[in-house]
């Protein structure tokens, strides 16, 4: 089954204990990106990567980190996570940068206290 | 910058009743029209897509209208059923941006009553 995957689901943390959440994709997709939804603002872009070890900051990228080392992972790594972090997360991905048909995992649900 | 701003943040309906959602969009060069579904504890799924150079898609009880030159899009769910119930977000393809994301707006929640 076509899918996006992440780990975890849920996700209770402490200030500035360091955290991957991973992502992963059998689509065979160039283009991933990471998500953050806050109530009232809809989803906001974090990073996005093309394909492999080409990656970019989008709009909300502060206080995250990406690698892209194989074409299916793209995991979101917070050094120091805070507070202001607390969200619910989404990879998605799509075939190319010019298609925009993104398909979306089922979302990190993060606490920061 | 980029954005897109989606109307009206909630909505409550009556089962077998029409349910309109608009959205606006700000970057001229935005050539695709997505329209996810949020169902509670998952994630976005694509139910309609349209690209600007048609004016209209439909899809059994879901449409979607395209005003290009107004820069606005409409999805429109005839018929509704309690499992329409959920948030709905639209969203633009940002080509000027050549990053290729969407813009997304902000989301509505809507409520189909049985």
């Known amino acids: 089954e076509a899918q996006v995957t992440q780990n975890p689901r849920y996700l209770i943390t402490v200030t500035g204990k360091k955290l991957t959440v991973t992502c992963s994709q059998n689509?065979?997709?160039?283009?991933m990106s990471w998500y953050r939804q806050d109530p009232g603002l809809g989803l906001r872009q974090i990073y996005y990567?093309?394909?492999?070890?080409?990656?970019d900051k989008g709009d909300v990228p502060e206080g995250y980190k990406v690698s892209r080392k194989e074409k299916r992972n793209f995991p979101l790594i917070l050094e120091s996570p805070s507070p202001n972090q607390t969200s619910l997360y989404f990879c998605?991905?799509?075939?190319?940068?010019?298609?925009?048909?993104?398909?979306f995992g089922p979302g990190t649900r993060l606490t920061v206290t | 910058g980029e954005n897109v701003e989606q109307h009206p943040s909630t909505l409550s309906v009556q089962e077998g009743d029409s349910a309109v959602i608009k959205c606006t969009y700000s970057?001229?060069?935005?050539?695709?029209f997505p329209w996810y579904k949020q169902e509670l504890g998952k994630g976005p799924q694509l139910i309609i897509d349209?690209?600007?150079?048609?004016g209209e898609k439909k899809d059994q009880r879901i449409a979607v209208t395209l005003n290009k030159t107004a820069k606005h899009f409409s999805l429109h769910i005839t018929e509704t059923q309690p499992e329409d119930s959920a948030v709905y977000f639209c969203?633009?393809?940002?080509?000027?941006?050549?990053?290729?994301?969407?813009?997304f707006g902000q989301g509505t929640t809507l409520q189909v009553k049985p």
């Open positions: 969203a633009a393809s940002s080509p000027s941006s050549n990053t290729g994301k969407l813009i």
């Open positions: 970057d001229s060069a935005s050539n695709y």
């Open positions: 990567s093309m394909n492999v070890e080409v990656t």
């Open positions: 998605a991905s799509s075939l190319g940068q010019k298609t925009y048909e993104q398909y």
């Open positions: 349209i690209r600007s150079n048609v």
């Open positions: 689509m065979n997709h160039e283009y």
